[in-house]
């Protein structure tokens, strides 16, 4: 579970988040569905502790995140925004190299890769070295890094970006089974079909603030819309963000 | 301290796969100082052997108007080659190249040596050019032995004796041992092997840090359940490998270069043997730490790998700033240096270089300011390391 309270974050004269709170539960998945420069980087950079919140707290399964940093990591998997790989290292050292930092080793971590290599699909290029790996190819490395020490909480950033329609497709179900085996994913998107399609909860975020906080279901009848996308744009409406 | 060098293996592993790395680290770096001074040290040998072993050459006109003058430069070796030349011919031909040095003994000069009043030679040289410097020296001064042989021989016709003309003897004592004489020339060298231990960790440094951000693999890797400095320990210490290796190759590219340089022409001894080359190691090694600190530091406030080689380039430069002081100055060793690093290094190697008896002191000194000067900088990139805008 990771839970976000009353956090803020001002960056020069930028508000960039302002007292936004949610929580993201175990066996679901949470969407953070906002526009470009709403704030969802900068949210899920402070839910796994490269930024400090001006005020507030993030925890990770109850853990502060501020206070205890390593402990509280040790149950995140990130996916940041920019998922570079090492391109002189082997999909498979790549994988290794973050397992070893998460304090796994030997034979627990040579097994846990192979799953993920099974899981993702990866046999065909896990002795490959990374300098020209397709994006959707990186995206499994890193996807697979974030998973080696079997967190039970993953948060991803934007991880559809540059994907094409296959690639998408294996992520969503990947994210499926990750719910499935009863983690807390929290995933962020500016795409709402890819929101609506895949999250059990939807957190609207606009100009650093939260706009709504529902099941996409409620969403929808709250606002009447068919569709999620309208619904988004009704509540961007109402809050005056679309002016 | 586990974590530490896990990042230092990856680091290692990842750099041992780099072309740029290898190639600065383990070839350009160590390899392209001990050539550069090996050229160097060649031509210059060859210069002043062939200048010595070689005749003099002069071109003389008038050579009719002195014959015994003539037959004086002949029997001292100076080959001849008459013409008939204007002094502004003589200007021209100097300076079109087509002549090194002219002599010119002009129609009055018989009259004017019978009368025992001075009589004029032109000696047409251009003082510009090294090499027709030397020559033109050599040629005034065998006429100045014929001038003063002749002076000798006027007094003592008259009955005076020669040696009221000399009333001071003025005996030059060197006292340069060859060694020392080799060191001048070594003093470039001391530079060369410090240039090969930043080069050795110079791609490390930036791949490491903005490199790694360029990538985009910082970010993951700094939301990983580690300490920043455990991550910047790491790549300092991969930095440091790769320093030490190139250190190692330079110093025996060294060794082999003295190997074939013949400085023993010039009547200096090279004291650059397997030994000494281990001496230089032990100096230059707390040395490392301070350059990849130094360098990983730099490196870790810029945003692009290009951004980080502009600046790093400058840092390559700042060891040369205490050598050149310390040679303008004409440093030597003493104790209240040592605190200075690369300075340090280049005296005490040079001491060793020539010889001379070094203060175990001086050493641990020496040692002992790098590398307080380098756990500052550690602990200045670690703290940059954990702040936000590390993330850029």
New interface residues.
Partial sequence: MIEAANLSKRFGAIEAVRDVSFVARDGEITGLLGANGAGKSTCL?ML?????PDSGRASVDGIDIRGE??????H?G????????????TAR?NIH??G????IAGDRLRSRTAELTRILGMESFIER?AKGFSQGQRIKV?LA??LVHDPGNIVLDEPTNGLDVMAIRNLRDMLLELKAQGRCVLFSSHVMQEVAALCDRVVIIGHGKVLADATVQSIQDRSGAASLEEAFLQVLGDTGELS | MR?LL??FG?EF???L??RRTLLSALLFGPLFGPLLFGLMVSRMLNQSVVESDEPLRLTISGADNAPRLTRYLEAHGIKLSKANLSESEARAAVRGGRAQIVLIIPKEYGARFTLGVPAPVLLVADSADSQTRKSAERARSILGGYASSIAQLRLQARGVNPLLTVPVAVNDVDVATPTGRAVVVLGFMTYFVLFAVLMGGLYLAIDSTAGERE?????????????RSSLVGGKILATCAYMCISLALSLTAFVCVFRFVPLERLGMSANLNARTALIFFAICLPFVPLGAALMTFVASFTRSYREAQTYLTTVLLVPTLPIAFASIYSLKTQSSLMFIPSLSQHLLMTSVLKDETVAALDVWVSAAASLALALVLMVLTARHWRR?TM?G
């Fill in positions: 950079r796994y502790g490269v930024l400090t940093t390593s402990k509280a990591r040790a995140l990130v996916l940041p925004h920019a998922a570079g790989l090492y391109g002189n290292l050292e190299y973050f070893s930092l998460q304090g070295r890193a890094r974030a | 974590l896990t990042v990856k592993l990842e750099n796969r780099d990538r985009g693999s910082l970010e993951a890797l700094l939301s990983l359940p580690v300490a936000e993330l």
